[in-house]
């Protein structure tokens, strides 16, 4: 069974900038997490999907961060502008609709705002 | 208001010594608890959880142990091995919710 991918694994942009990040969850997940970690702190959840519904997206930073799972399945979380605390890694994770307390992480993308 | 605390960010111990991992939770609504084991350049992966109906829960040599009324967990890594060495993760959720809150993660060395 294939994990969950994510792309590209680094990036490095200038502040004001914007970027996007790629996920593909494991087959059949119907639930779908961007989290942001940053360096020394726990994953913190920015939003969650069911299927290509928005269950919780109240830690997302809206002004700037946009998310979308348009059928259900791969799903892009951008940053439009980038600030410097924005870096950080970017991890999906997908859970199953049998087992939904366990998560299943992607390498995630270490983003560096300069 | 951080609601899942590991307040040891680093551990080192010996190989073939017990490691004991801790966490502490504030909210009484969690139910679920999990640790997650992270690798460098990696995602977090699942390791062991339980669920607040029992005590223990055993997994070869990874036990974890909720104290309900302390509202605190460990994770027991016997023996440990070099291979052990990484980021530990409490995580914590509300039945069905589907959602973890995370810990900050706690750093383990083991050394050979």
């Known amino acids: 069974e294939a994990g969950v991918a994510q792309s590209p694994r680094y990036k490095i942009i200038e502040k004001r900038q914007s970027v996007a990040f790629w996920c593909n969850p494991i087959?059949?997940?119907?639930?779908l997490y961007w989290y942001q970690q940053i360096l020394g702190q726990g994953p913190k959840l920015l939003i969650q999907?069911?299927?290509?519904?928005?269950?919780?997206d109240s830690q997302l930073p809206k002004d700037r961060f946009s998310a979308e799972r348009l059928k259900g399945v791969d799903s892009t979380l951008k940053i439009q502008p980038a600030k410097l605390e924005d870096s950080a890694v970017y991890l999906c994770?997908?859970?199953?609709?049998?087992?939904?307390?366990?998560?299943?992480f992607g390498p995630g993308t270490r983003l560096t705002v300069l | 208001d951080q609601q899942v605390k590991q307040n040891s960010p680093s551990l080192r111990v010996q190989e073939g010594r017990i490691s004991i991992l801790n966490c502490d939770y504030t909210?009484?609504?969690?139910?679920?608890f999990l640790w997650y084991k992270k690798y460098p350049a990696e995602g977090p992966t699942f390791l062991i959880s339980?669920?607040?109906?029992?005590d223990k829960n055993e997994d070869g040599r990874f036990t974890v142990f909720l104290n309900k009324s302390a509202k605190h967990l460990s994770l027991h890594i016997v023996p440990s091995q070099p291979g052990d060495s990484a980021v530990y993760f409490c995580?914590?959720?509300?039945?069905?919710?589907?959602?973890?809150?995370f810990g900050d993660g706690t750093t383990l060395t083991v050394k050979p």
């Open positions: 994770a997908s859970s199953s609709p049998r087992q939904t307390d366990t998560q299943y």
């Open positions: 087959s059949g997940h119907a639930t």
């Open positions: 999907f069911q299927n290509n519904g928005v269950v919780d």
């Open positions: 909210n009484s609504m969690f139910d679920y």
């Open positions: 339980i669920s607040s109906i029992k």
């Open positions: 995580a914590a959720s509300s039945t069905n919710a589907g959602k973890s809150t």
